[in-house]
């Protein structure tokens, strides 16, 4: 019997070639788009999940309160003083590790010489993941203060070869290094993601700040691995106790450890409770997904519906001979997971050809992993679940035909329940078109508004530079050639660049302050003179750093927010203290976009450090081309500090990268919204030359009876257009409600113009009615003569 309905199955397929194309055309499309959408979400999802005790990883998070006791902000940095008293004080912290947030630094084999992605970490960091060594020992490889762990495509990098254990690296061209691991490539979905790993006792030997045990500088990250039983609500509650104990300052910052296989995608704060984050847009692509899927199945049901009275006769004659009804929806079931294998084989290799340019457009890798089982039965349970679900109502409806009704052609597709239920489907379908027409213009318009929003600094011709090597030393000699030469019109040096994300602090002192307000929490960058100058950052008040000032060393600048967290009537000439010397205010700048473009950013110190070293950051010349100012800095610097290589960045780069995550769901939305509307379209098409096809005849009697092709066309079209209406109707409220929801995320965002519902609205009609106006006028400019020979 089975045999027997792949055969029938297959026929048909044959001989309704232009009906089966729409379907597995349609479905492919929106299995492909399912497909490449749900290897997003696999990919975001996983997110830190990839070690086998991912779950028992925590990471120490700390909450900022304010003078009534509010918790005002959440973030994962801790002190150096934090990972000691946790490692004695808990039983249940099974591993414990400090390491900072890594950065790009310089790493050489002879001339062989790359910046890449370095951290440094305490090694019970190998004890936490899976780092799957290809030579060296786990146990081992950490505890000697110069030693590095390379991932493999650092060593081919360096070396050619992956066969270098105990060879030599020099790191940032002063201290040789011994490699005592090679590890395989980290996951690109991790958020430890390193191309070499040092220990944290080298960290100490060349940071001052690392061998600093202190409870103040909040610049540093501390993971735990907890026992598999451990109770965490028991385990933050002995941390808050022990903290609370061995914090030896007016301020107790409360701490807490959160999972960090959570992190990425729960990683939104609020009163230091999460409320979410990036599964928000897990959640919307998921719907996304299906959705398409769903309007992919919905054309197949509404196709095959439509195809009733053609198959009504077939049904009839079947059911006279004695076919029972179960054997008819076995028959048509079989039918539509053909169809829906077929379609899946076409929808494999449109991921294919696809993925590639996905790949690109989101700055990331996702893989097929085609050895792997799980992938190979979700698949097969795609395939099967589609054809049943695309398939079920046709195969029902069709196999409930009455025998004497079909053979007396008395069993059209158009009962009652037949018509309600494709109109359902219709409207169901242009719903979510039109959702997604509203959603995919929110998003731009957001993305827009943040782009465009004020920054509070001048970053046209702004370059940043890392202060590398002979850089840290031979500034001043860098500065005079750089300004001598032309290719730059201001620049100074800095512990950070302009757009930071970590530096924070808490203990600041200030004319009346009170305990509480010592929790505060501040950011600070060290710099040198003309910082105000070469930013183009807006002065409130006073004046910039100044040669001409020898007090300028023990001097600061403070951002306006800053001034009105410290409740500052005259701030110009105020004495603050800044961890334990004495600043005095000279100028205040109006507040800029520092860290994130979603939000106000922390009140900021600025305070003059000729020690401060990190980032240089210089303003081109705008009297020469961009290109003839980036090779004179280019060849300057190589002169100076020959051992680096040149790595500059222009700022508004920087601040463009802030808006990734928004970017990607619009780049998302845009591309599969564009697929949904493609595939509704698609159906639409099919169900009009279906609709056209079963009133040939009709056609060509009002022809002849002198209708008009628009009035044809009208007939053809109307009953389309009034339930593409309706779905207007019922979709612009839930758009509405659903992306002020989103958008109240961003304490900055914009207001849904009345604009974009229009918009919205007269492409789904002008997309619809361009799709039925061909098929209809087709049928309308047809000879009527070959209407009445039609049966």
Known sequence: MFKLNIKIALRSIFKN???????????????????????????????????????DVYIAMTNVEDDSGKIVATFDGTTTAFAPIIKQGIPEVKYICKMNYGSRKLIANGQNTFKKDGKFAEPDILKMYDYEFVSGDPKTALLQPKSVILTESTAMSLFGSTDVLNKSVKYENQNDLKVTGIIKDLPENSSNKFDFL???????IVNEDARDLNWSNYSYVTLVMLNHNASLPVVNKKLTELVKLNQKTNVVQPHFFFPLSKMHLYGKFEEGKSVGGAIEQIWLFMALAFGILLIACINFMN?????????AKEV??????????????????????VLATVSIVVAMGLVEAFLPSLNNLLNINMVINYFNIYSWLGLIGIVLLTGLAAGSYPAFYLSSFEPIQTLRKKAPGRSFLSISLRQVLIIGQFCFTVLLIISTLVIYKQIQYIKNRPLGADVNALVEMPQDGALQNKYELLKTRLINSGAVSGMYQSSQGLVHHNSFFTNLEWPGVTPGELKILFNRVGTTYNFIKTNGLKLAGGRDFSDQYASDTAA????RSAVKTMGLKQPLGTMIKLSGSERKIIGVFEDYVWDSPYKSSTPLIVYFSKE???????????SNSTQQNLETITKITKEINPAYPVELTFTNTVYEDLLRKERKLGVLSNVFGALAIFVSCLGLYGLVAFSAAQRTKEFGVRKVLGASVANLMHLLSWSFIKMICIAICIAVPIA???MNLWLQNFEFHIAISWWIIVVASLSTLVIALLTLSYQAYRSAVSNPVDALKYE
Do not use: H
């Open 17 to 55: 070639k232009v009906s089966s194309f729409i379907n597995v055309i349609g479905l492919a499309i929106g299995l492909a788009a399912c497909f490449m959408l749900l290897l997003y979400v696999s990919y975001e999802w996983n997110f830190d999940k990839q070690a086998k005790n991912s779950a």
């Open 612 to 622: 401060a070293t990190g980032t240089v950051t210089m303003r081109l010349n705008t």
């Open 316 to 337: 009839g004659i079947k059911k006279t001979i004695g076919a029972s009804r179960t054997s008819l929806i076995a028959q048509f079931l079989t039918e539509s997971i």
């Open 198 to 204: 040092m220990p944290w006792a080298f960290y100490e």
């Open 303 to 311: 196709m095959a519906t439509a195809k009733s009275e053609n198959r």
């Open 736 to 738: 509405y409600y659903l």
């Open 556 to 559: 600061v600048l403070v951002s």
